[in-house]
């Protein structure tokens, strides 16, 4: 049936309108239902919340009055719905491969597959942490310069590296693609070495180098304000948007005192943002890094259009994972969706074994077409700003902007961003936000699909070459699953010295609907640190656990079930286990302090349950159990 124009189609004309009251009432019905705590009927949705890192709130429903609408348009100040007016839509993101690999020949093997299936642009770290700076020419011999950019990280080798690019750009008869990238980040440098008197020289070489780009070099960049060092020592997002305003802030003040316009300046950055599995709030951070950084250039006096910022994505180390590695596909492919509608214009997908050592040709493979399907077959850039008019996007983008903003304010009032790396600000503000996450992840808050939940303890690892030693003695690295990795590598030590690993005896009673729910949550959390669970036979009680302790080859026992079922066996039990030499009795759930007090004089020691701090608990299993440290 066709419908007239003039009379339209409203599917919800029969039906009467809901009120935010409305849907107040039903949230608060069903929480009480559940038995959860309703703080305030006027706002019972208050119990559904989730805080973020700097504190910012997600509500569980947004409207209207919470998100404004998108703020201007594509390639438009502020630039928050995209840098261009076409966005990605006529050719899709730069699709950039990173290569670390220290030899040329195999680096060359590298790019040219990379090059012959799909992959846009290169991404080549050079010196003494990759690839050395005179090998860049055979690296990239049969590289067509004019058609594939590339993207330089130096490190303190910005001149040798600068050299050897110029050379070969200038060999070639016709002009070289727009796009690539010296990777000047002086401040960087100074982040992740700690060598701040070496990144001061090399803030003068790299205005040097930027004077002579724009003058001879078109579509040539210099720097690269690179977040990544921030990000990897435990950076929230808002605090790596600010780090990205007080460090492009300073390369302009370098840049115009050299003599350069603030407009001709602006140009000569590109941003690299991280991108992870927390889809929506890399969306938001890359919208809001726009915004926020055509304020900035607004402030300078430059024409609106020079706030149109440059943005590299990189989808996340630190949620890289090297136990279960392959869920890195899941986790790469969701954080390249993420940048791809964050409007990223360049998007690198590391490889899924990135973290055990250098990828091979199977990892590379996956890393660039996980960018081709986004792209090719689910046409993900042919849309501009899909985001764009989402009530809660548009809010957490404003959020994300005001305490970036905030965070950027403070770095200005230390004096700076070489004078608050220097100092020690940026330092201590990254340990209290992984500080903060690390207790998250401890507590399972922030579920490691693999590593603290559904790990696998008889999965073979994966082995890899050995990548170049990274560069270090300024902020720390770290990663996701650092607490429990370092469980796992004591479990592993153990099981090579003794043929074993740590065993939990899963002491369950009375029938399966009892106790199985408390059994999968035990299990699933030995697991986590490296304990094998035995839970043979089925059920046990008092009378029979003893035996079936001492086959289990186990030394500490837990028991699982219902609380009811606890109330009339869990004491005998725990005495049975005691008798049968258990060094460490535990109980799996929260009793009240009464049942608690019972447990502890039955000669129960510990109880675990969910929201408890998991890796202290598995660090204290451990120690029980004999397993070195």
Excluded at 332 to 356: E, K
Excluded at 424 to 445: I, P
Excluded at 541 to 562: I, K, M, P, Q, W
Excluded at 597 to 604: D, M, Q, R, S, W
Aim: proline share 6%.
């Amino acid at each position: 049936m066709t419908v007239p124009p003039e009379e339209g189609l409203s599917l919800a004309q029969d039906f009467p309108d809901a009120t935010y009251d409305q849907w107040q009432q039903l949230v608060a019905g069903v929480l009480r239902k559940t038995g959860a705590t309703v703080p305030d009927d006027s706002g019972p949705e208050s119990a559904l919340t989730t805080t973020l890192a700097d504190g910012i709130r997600v509500q569980p429903l947004y409207t209207r009055e919470d998100g404004h609408g998108p703020e201007g348009l594509p390639g438009f100040p502020p630039f928050t719905r995209g840098s261009r007016p076409e966005g990605n839509a006529a050719r899709g993101w730069d699709v950039r491969q990173r290569h670390t690999r220290p030899d040329a020949a195999g680096t060359r093997e590298a790019v040219l597959a990379d090059l012959e299936n799909g992959v846009t642009s290169l991404w080549l770290t050079v010196g003494a942490h990759g690839l050395p700076a005179d090998e860049l020419e055979a690296a990239l011999e049969g590289v067509y310069l004019d058609l594939a950019p590339v993207v330089l990280e130096p490190g303190a080798e910005l001149g040798a590296a600068t050299a050897q690019l110029l050379r070969l750009r200038g060999r070639l008869e016709s002009a070289p693609a727009d796009g690539s990238v010296l990777g000047a980040d002086p401040l960087g440098l100074a982040a992740r070495t700690g060598a701040h008197d070496t990144a001061a020289g090399l803030r003068q070489e790299a205005a040097s180098l930027a004077v002579r780009c724009d003058a001879g070099h078109a579509g040539l960049r210099t720097y690269v304000v690179d977040t990544l060092p921030y990000h990897e020592a435990g950076g929230s997002p808002a605090r790596e948007l600010g780090y990205a305003l007080a460090t492009g802030v300073a390369y302009l003040r370098d840049m115009t005192a050299a003599g350069l316009p603030v407009a001709a300046a602006c140009g000569q950055l590109e941003f690299r943002y991280a991108a992870t599995a927390d889809q929506f709030t890399t969306i938001a951070a890359l919208r809001a890094a726009r915004r926020l950084w055509a304020r900035v250039v607004e402030a300078c006096g430059a024409p609106a259009r020079a706030g149109a910022q440059r943005q590299h994505a990189v989808t996340s180390p630190v949620m890289m994972t090297r136990r279960d590695p392959w869920v890195n596909m899941l986790r790469t492919t969701v954080a390249t969706l993420a940048a791809g509608v964050g409007g990223a214009d360049a998007v690198t997908v590391l490889p899924f074994d990135d973290a055990l050592g250098l990828p091979d040709a199977f990892a590379r493979r996956i890393a660039r077409n996980t960018s081709s399907i986004l792209l090719e077959e689910s046409h993900l850039a042919g849309v501009i700003d899909p985001a764009g008019g989402s009530w809660y996007v548009e809010a957490l983008t404003d959020e994300l902007a005001r305490t970036a903003w905030e965070h950027f304010q403070r770095i200005e009032a230390a004096g700076g961003m070489a004078a608050a790396l220097r100092d020690g600000l940026v330092a201590e503000q990254l340990r209290e936000s992984w500080a903060e996450r690390s207790s998250a992840l401890a507590h399972r808050r922030e579920p490691v699909t693999g590593v603290s939940e559904f790990p696998l303890l008889d999965e073979r690892p994966v082995e890899r070459e050995p990548a170049p030693e990274q560069p270090g003695g300024g902020l720390p690295r770290v990663r996701r699953d650092d607490a429990y990795e370092a469980l796992r590598a004591r479990s592993d030590r153990h099981l090579a010295a003794t043929g074993a690993r740590p065993k939990l005896f899963l002491a369950a009673l009375g029938p399966a609907a009892a106790h199985t729910a408390r059994v999968s949550f035990v299990a699933n959390l030995a697991q986590a640190g490296g304990i094998q669970p035995v839970h043979d036979p089925v059920t046990v009680d008092a009378g029979t656990v003893a035996r079936a302790f001492g086959d289990s080859g186990a030394t500490v026992a837990c028991l699982c079930s219902s609380d009811a079922v606890y109330a009339e066996e869990a004491a005998a039990t725990a005495a049975a286990l005691k008798e049968a030499g258990a060094r460490r009795v535990l109980l799996a759930g929260r009793p009240d302090a009464e049942a608690r007090t019972a447990y502890l004089a039955a000669g129960i020691d510990e109880f675990v349950h969910a929201g408890g701090d998991a890796v202290a608990a598995l660090t204290s299993l451990l120690d029980r159990m004999g397993v070195d440290a």
